[in-house]
C-alpha cells in the first residue's frame, strides 16, 4: 500500500509562485515602478498570500470551513492580479482608449501618490467624444540617472474640444506660446518647441504645417507642457 501523500494542486502553485517570486523579482520592478500604490498593494498581496495556508491548516483541524479556503485562495489570486495591474497597464495599453481613466490613475496616483496635482491637472479627466489617433505612452519610477516618470498623451479632436482645452489652460500658471506658420513666429520660441517635438516624438516640422498652434509651458526641474493645434485638432500633453 502507498503511503505517500499527494501534493495538492493548489500547494504546487502556491510553491511555483513563491519561488518565481525568489528566482525573478518582478515584485520589486513593480515596487519602484508604481511606489505610491505598489507599497500600499505589497504588504496586502502578502497577506492574502499567507491565509489559504492558515485556512487549510484550520480545515484539517475542524474538519469544515472549506468555502473559506476556496474564498481564501481566490483573494490570494486577485491580490496577486492587483499588484500587479499598475505594472502592466502603464506598461503597455498605449493605444485603448477604454483604459484611458484607469491608466491616467495608476500613473497620476500610483507613481506620484500625494504629488499628483500637476499631473492630474494637466491630464484631461476623460477623453472627448470626438477622439481619434489616441496614444498614451507612460512610464513610471525608476532609479537611474537622468530617468523621470512621465507621461505621452496625443490625440485629434474637433474645434470645439480645442476651445474648452484652451480656455482651461488659459487660466493656469504656465508660459503661453502662440505659434504662427514659419516665418512669423519669433525665433525665440522655436527650442521650446523643438524640445516638445521630441520628447513627444512628433513631426519637428509642425510649425510649417499649422496656421494656428499654441503651447503652454510649465517650466521646471522637468518641463511639462500642452500643445493644441487648431489647424489638425491635436492635443498633445507631456508631464
Known amino acids: 500500500m502507498d503511503n505517500t501523500k499527494k501534493r495538492s494542486p493548489w500547494r504546487t502553485a502556491n510553491a511555483t509562485v513563491l519561488l518565481l517570486h525568489l528566482a525573478l523579482p518582478v515584485w520589486l520592478f513593480a515596487l519602484m515602478y508604481t511606489p505610491a500604490i505598489s507599497s500600499i498593494l505589497l504588504p496586502v498581496m502578502m497577506i492574502c498570500g499567507l491565509l489559504p495556508g492558515v485556512c487549510s491548516k484550520l480545515v484539517k483541524k475542524f474538519q469544515k470551513g472549506k468555502g473559506l479556503l476556496i474564498a481564501s485562495r481566490v483573494l490570494a489570486v486577485f491580490a496577486i492580479a492587483a499588484f500587479y495591474t499598475p505594472l502592466v497597464v502603464l506598461r503597455g495599453a498605449k493605444e485603448v482608449q477604454v483604459l484611458y481613466p484607469l491608466k491616467r490613475f495608476l500613473y497620476t496616483y500610483g507613481v506620484y501618490g500625494d ?36 507621461s505621452y498623451l496625443t490625440f485629434y479632436t474637433d474645434a470645439a474640444t480645442l476651445d474648452t482645452y484652451a480656455a482651461y489652460y488659459d487660466s493656469m500658471d504656465c508660459e503661453r506660446i502662440q505659434y504662427a506658420p514659419a516665418g512669423e513666429t519669433d525665433e525665440e520660441q522655436f527650442p521650446y518647441l523643438s524640445w516638445f517635438c521630441n520628447q513627444m516624438k512628433l513631426d519637428q516640422n509642425l510649425p510649417e504645417h499649422s496656421e494656428q498652434m499654441t503651447l503652454y509651458w510649465f517650466d521646471s526641474y522637468y518641463p511639462k507642457g500642452v500643445l493644441l493645434d487648431y489647424d489638425t485638432g491635436l492635443v498633445a500633453v507631456l508631464t
Open 115 to 150: 504629488r499628483s496635482g500637476i499631473y492630474e491637472a494637466l491630464l484631461p479627466e476623460q477623453l472627448p467624444d470626438a477622439c481619434t489617433g489616441y496614444r498614451f505612452r507612460t512610464q513610471g519610477s525608476l532609479i537611474a540617472q537622468d530617468y523621470h516618470a512621465s
